[in-house]
C-alpha cells in the first residue's frame, strides 16, 4: 500500500487529547455509561472518574514492578486521555470499520493479501520476525500510559506472529527473539550499559486478552531518558 500524503485530519489522536484534556468535568464521559466502545475494567471505570490532577503517573520503578510481575491490566492512562482515547476509538470505528483498518490505512500503509484461513497476512521479505526491517514498524504511541517525565512509549508492530504459548503470552522462542531484537535495537541505541537491563528499556506483550488490536503483532517498548533525535531515528 502507498503512503498517501492525505491523511484523514478529522481522526487524528491530538485532536481528540486536546478536546478532553481542556474538558473541565471530570465526571463527563464520551460514551452512554452503558455502552462503552469497548469492554472496561474496574481500574478503567475508576480513572473515568478522576481529574488529570489528582492522578499519579507511573514512576520508572512502578513500570519495572507491574511489568516483572505481569500486571499489565494495572497499567493506567492519564484520565483525559483514558477519555480521548475512548472518543477516538468510537470515532475510527464508525469512520473505519475498525482500529486496526484504520492502522493499516492510516499508520502502517500495510496492504493485507488474501488468506484461506482467515488470518491478517502481509507479503514479507523474510518469515523470521524481526530479520528484515521493511517487515516491521516503530512508531511512538499515540496513546501511551501515563509516566513521570522522560519516559516515553512506542510500539513495535510485525507482518509476522510471534510464538505463543496456550495462554497467548510469548513462548521462549518469542521471548527470545524480543529480547535479541531489544538489545540491538533499543538497548544499545538508548545508551543501555552493559549488566544495566532495564535501567533505560522495558518491553512487554500483552496477552491476547490485554491486546485492544488484536489482529496485528505487536511489542511494545519503554525508554527513559532518550535524546529526541534517538527516538526519532526508530520512528522515522
Known amino acids: 500500500m502507498s503512503r498517501d500524503p492525505t491523511l484523514d485530519e478529522s481522526s487524528l489522536p491530538s485532536i481528540f487529547q486536546a478536546q478532553w484534556q481542556s474538558n473541565p468535568d471530570p465526571t463527563a464521559l464520551p460514551f452512554p455509561r452503558d455502552n462503552p466502545p469497548f469492554p472496561l475494567t474496574a481500574i478503567d471505570w475508576a480513572q473515568l472518574s478522576l481529574a488529570d490532577a489528582d492522578f499519579t503517573p507511573h514512576s520508572w520503578s512502578n513500570l519495572h514492578t507491574l511489568i ?66 521493511s517487515d516491521f514498524r516503530i512508531l511512538k504511541n499515540d496513546w501511551g500510559y501515563a509516566f513521570e517525565p522522560g519516559v516515553r512509549h512506542v510500539v513495535v508492530w510485525l507482518k509476522q506472529r ?33 549488566g544495566k537491563g532495564g535501567s533505560k528499556v522495558i518491553w512487554f506483550k500483552n496477552t491476547t486478552n490485554l491486546q485492544s488490536v488484536r489482529g496485528l503483532e505487536h511489542v511494545h517498548l519503554l525508554v527513559r531518558d532518550v535524546d529526541e533525535e534517538v527516538l526519532e531515528q526508530w520512528t522515522t
Request: charged share 30%.
Open 68 to 133: 516483572s510481575s505481569n500486571r499489565l491490566e494495572e497499567l493506567k492512562r492519564w484520565p483525559s486521555s483514558l477519555k480521548a482515547y475512548l472518543a477516538w476509538t468510537a470515532h475510527v470505528k464508525q469512520k473505519f470499520g475498525s482500529v486496526m483498518a484504520y492502522l493499516l490505512t492510516q499508520r502502517l500503509f500495510w496492504e493485507p493479501i488474501e488468506d484461506e484461513t482467515g488470518a491478517l497476512r502481509f507479503h514479507v521479505r523474510n518469515v523470521v520476525p524481526f530479520a528484515d526491517t
Open 162 to 194: 510471534l510464538p505463543v504459548d496456550e495462554r497467548g503470552a510469548l513462548s521462549r522462542d518469542g521471548r527470545r527473539m524480543v529480547e535479541e531484537f531489544v538489545g540491538k535495537e533499543f538497548r544499545v541505541k538508548a545508551g543501555e550499559g552493559e
